[in-house]
Structure formats: structure tokens, C-alpha cells
């Protein structure tokens, strides 16, 4: 009998036809650092591009070989590929992972995460639902597991964009479950520091023409796009009129002189936002939590459970699916800031106030402006004029 040779292409075919259950401990803890690192399989290019994470996955397909050997297990049926490089016996990593058995439910949950913001094809999802009912059916992952409550949600969350969409879908994640869910992997991924830290450490950006990052690239027949159901956050009435249905994590600017009400404006938008679509943070960096804040609230009678303020902005933003910043400048905050904002808080929308100039424009660069989806103006006392990608030229009275 000719032994399988295992690769990246037939390795993880092998172990599903062997069974999880059914390798010794070593190579399950080895077999769900490959899966973390992969995606279940999905995705290679760590293994290429990382010398210490291909050492160890080659020889963790070795002692797979030699498990197989010394077991009689018959796999001559599967695909015969390249060979690989040999690798020394005492460098598989010793480590015993106190969170193996919630491997499986691990690879998932990354794979999951990594739809947020995604255009995606009814068959992905329909590939997801069919993987992760398979692993239930054959026990991979049982009620028992310390995470089947999420497990759950999730597939709850997969078929009911399977069930309601056509053939492409924007899929976005709430805050609040992207927090969840990355918790469980960082976690997981915590138990095996000490046997791969240098893909923490030393990890690298792919780089592109003219050192600008490179990006992955959407390419889909107009046909589809033109059918494609974009995720948004369903406003109504005067706010559907004045902004439109802006997406989730949506970016908006309002600017104006003193006294012409857009902490009014704000304010009311926020009690709006608490009261129908999630928690809001108000960040009152400007006029502090006193006695004037307390008036706008209660003029604008915006107090509700959703609703939470704050003189200054807190670290941990994940709990809430708006912030408000009143006002930029009081928090001496520049684009970059903005930008790692928007970018440690996927989902979360922010509203930023700027103070003006005499001549009434927004004080600091204009690439606050360019990076916005939403510019707000209140040129005279009471008066909006918002101009943005969702609705141009809305107005409202604000008082």
C-alpha cells in the first residue's frame, strides 16, 4: 500500500475522513491551530508567507502520516499530491490547549466574523449553513460546548439572511456581537502564545503599488449589484427626509456658529436613535454633564434607557451603536484619530460636532469633510441643511 502523502490541498479531507475524535492529542491541538490560522482550510496564504507556521503545519503533517502508518489507516482513494519537507520529530508543539475542545465552534465563529461589511452570495451562505449543520449532526460541536449558545445565534443570524435575501447581500455585524464573538477567539487563540507568537509579532501588511495597501477586490456582473440588498439602519419620518437611510457605521459631521442649535439637533437625533434603532453615546466634552445638557434633554424629552452620556470619550466604544462627539475640537481630535476610531468600532456610527470660525466654516482641515458620509450645516439659528450620500439638500427646523 503506497502511504497518502498529506498537503495542504488533501489535509484537511483527511482528517474529516479520519474523524477528529479519532487522532491523538497532539494532532487535535495542532489540527485547530491550522484551522484558526486557515479558516477551516479556506485560506492558505499565512502557510506561504510564514516560515515558523509552515514549519509546523508540515510537520504536523508528518506525525498525521505516520499516525496513519502505524493505525493501518487506508486512504489510498484520496488525492496523491507534492511531497513535503521532513522536519524534525521534537519540534511539534507540547502545549496542551485548554480550549480544544471548542475547536471546531472557534473556526466558525472566525469565519462568521469575517462577513461583517461583505457583499456576499446566496451560495456562501448556504455553503456556511451546510458546513456548520454537518459538524452538529456529527456531534463536532454539541449543546454541551461553552459556546452553544453563540453557535446558535449565529446560525439563526446565516439563515435568516439566507432565507430573505436574493442573490447578494451587504452583511453587516452589530458592535456589540463583533465584541462578543471576538472575546471567544482571542481567548482561544490566547492558549497558543507560546507556540506561534511570531504571527503576532511579526505579521505584515501586504503591500501594493506605491506602498498603498493592498485590498481585496469586489467584481460582480451589474445584473447582481443592481439586485444587491444593501444593510441599513431604517429611518423614518423627518430623519428618513432630512438624512435618508444611511448604512450601519455611517460617518456624519455637523457644523455651525454658537447658539444656533446643533447640540439641539444632536441631542434630538439621539433620542431618536436610542429609542428605535440601539444604544447611543453622547460625548458632552464641550458642555460637560451640567445643567444646560440637562435642559436639552429635557426640552427635547430624548431620556431613555438607550441613551447615555458622558463628558469625556471612554476607551471600550463596542457597547454602543452611536457615538456623538460634541465636539471634536474640545477632544482634540485630528482625522487620524477619527480614522482608528472608525476602524477599533466596525459597525458604530459617529456623529462628530465641529465649532466654526467667524466666517462660519468648520474649524480644521477639510478632510474631516471628505471623510464623512453626512455634512450637517446650521447657517442660521434653528435651521439643518444636510448634504450627503444617502439624500442631498435636507433641511429641518430644529426648534
Not at 302 to 312: R, Y
Request: aromatic fraction near 10%.
Amino acid at each position: 500500500m503506497k502511504p497518502t502523502k498529506i498537503t495542504t490541498k488533501n489535509y484537511f479531507k483527511i482528517v474529516d475522513k479520519i474523524g477528529f475524535e479519532n487522532l491523538p492529542d497532539v494532532l487535535k491541538e495542532s489540527h485547530s491551530f491550522i484551522g484558526i490560522r486557515t479558516a477551516s482550510g479556506l485560506n492558505w496564504q499565512f502557510y506561504n508567507k510564514n516560515a515558523e507556521f509552515k514549519r509546523m503545519s508540515d510537520l504536523a503533517f508528518k506525525k498525521l502520516e505516520e499516525f496513519m502508518a502505524s493505525e493501518n489507516i487506508d486512504l489510498s482513494g484520496m488525492d496523491d499530491f507534492n511531497e513535503m519537507a521532513g522536519v524534525q520529530d521534537n519540534e511539534i508543539p507540547k502545549k496542551k490547549n485548554p480550549y480544544s475542545k471548542i475547536s471546531k465552534e472557534v473556526q466558525f465563529i472566525q469565519r462568521f466574523l469575517e462577513f461583517h461589511d461583505k457583499i456576499l452570495y446566496k451560495k456562501t451562505f448556504e455553503i456556511f449553513i451546510d458546513e456548520l449543520q454537518a459538524a452538529i449532526q456529527e456531534k463536532k460541536i454539541t449543546k454541551k460546548s461553552p459556546v452553544a449558545k453563540d453557535i446558535i445565534a449565529i446560525q439563526n443570524a446565516v439563515i435568516s439572511a439566507f432565507n430573505t435575501m436574493k442573490n447578494a447581500k451587504h452583511f453587516v455585524l452589530k458592535p456589540t456581537t463583533i465584541k462578543r464573538l471576538k472575546s471567544i477567539i482571542e481567548k482561544y487563540e490566547n492558549a497558543y502564545d507560546d507556540i506561534d507568537e511570531t504571527y503576532v509579532k511579526t505579521k505584515k501588511k501586504k503591500v501594493g503599488l506605491n506602498g498603498i495597501d493592498s485590498q481585496p477586490v469586489n467584481i460582480m456582473p451589474s445584473t447582481d449589484f443592481t439586485n444587491l440588498q444593501f444593510s441599513t439602519i431604517g429611518l423614518k419620518d423627518k430623519w428618513l427626509d432630512f438624512i435618508g437611510d444611511p448604512a450601519p457605521g455611517f460617518t456624519a459631521m455637523v457644523y455651525g456658529r454658537p447658539k444656533m442649535g446643533k447640540s439641539y439637533l444632536c441631542v434630538d437625533f439621539a433620542g431618536y436613535l436610542a429609542r428605535n434603532h440601539g444604544k447611543v453615546l453622547y460625548v458632552a466634552k464641550e458642555e460637560k454633564l451640567d445643567a444646560t445638557l440637562q435642559k436639552k434633554l429635557k426640552d427635547k424629552e430624548v431620556a431613555h434607557e438607550n441613551l447615555f452620556v458622558a463628558d469625556n470619550l471612554p476607551k471600550d466604544l463596542s457597547d454602543y451603536q452611536f457615538v456623538i462627539l460634541d465636539s471634536v475640537n474640545k477632544l482634540v481630535l485630528n482625522p487620524q484619530d477619527l480614522a482608528k476610531l472608525k476602524a477599533d468600532n466596525p459597525g458604530v456610527c459617529f456623529i462628530y460636532v465641529f465649532q466654526t470660525t467667524k466666517e462660519g466654516k468648520f474649524r480644521g482641515t477639510n478632510e474631516f469633510q471628505h471623510d464623512v458620509d453626512v455634512v450637517i450645516e446650521v447657517p442660521e439659528q434653528g435651521k439643518a441643511v444636510q448634504n450627503g450620500r444617502f439624500n442631498q439638500g435636507g433641511e429641518m427646523q430644529i426648534f
